[in-house]
């Protein structure tokens, strides 16, 4: 089993940054796929960002490309999120998700991940 935890949640405004991180235990997550998806109020969760086992490719949402960045410390077991130029859109509870070591990603659906945190809030004021 993997546990997940996000933190660096918080509030910002508009234009503003914050760096989210994903600390695992219970087992590595170096062979894993891991990705980053938010739900807001009323929505559905949405992919947000997503890294392969070693880091070496990335893919983004449309909405977050080019102002997100996903990475990974694979000896520090934890996963990343470095938010710029923020949006009031942006707006959301954020949840790290973690594959058990099945796929090597990256990978933008949530029904293949196996581990989810239990999600930090962000919110940008306007």
């Known amino acids: 089993q993997v546990q997940l935890v996000e933190s660096g949640g918080g509030l910002v405004q508009a234009g503003g940054s914050l760096k989210l991180s994903c600390a695992a235990s219970?087992?590595?997550?170096?062979?894993?796929?891991m990705g980053w998806f938010r739900q807001a109020p009323g929505n559905e969760r949405e992919f947000v960002a997503a890294?392969?086992?070693?880091?070496?490719?990335?893919n983004y949402a449309d909405s977050v490309q080019g102002r997100f960045t996903i990475t990974r410390d694979n000896a520090k077991n934890t996963l990343y999120l470095q938010m710029s130029s923020l949006k009031p859109e942006d707006t959301a509870v954020y949840y790290c998700?973690?594959?058990?070591?099945?796929?090597?990603?990256?990978?933008?659906?949530?029904?293949?991940?196996?581990?989810w945190g239990q999600g930090t809030q962000v919110t940008v004021s306007s």
């Open positions: 219970g087992r590595t997550c170096s062979s894993s796929a």
């Open positions: 890294i392969n086992w070693s880091g070496s490719s990335t």
């Open positions: 998700a973690a594959d058990r070591g099945r796929l090597a990603g990256p990978l933008r659906s949530a029904s293949v991940y196996d581990y």
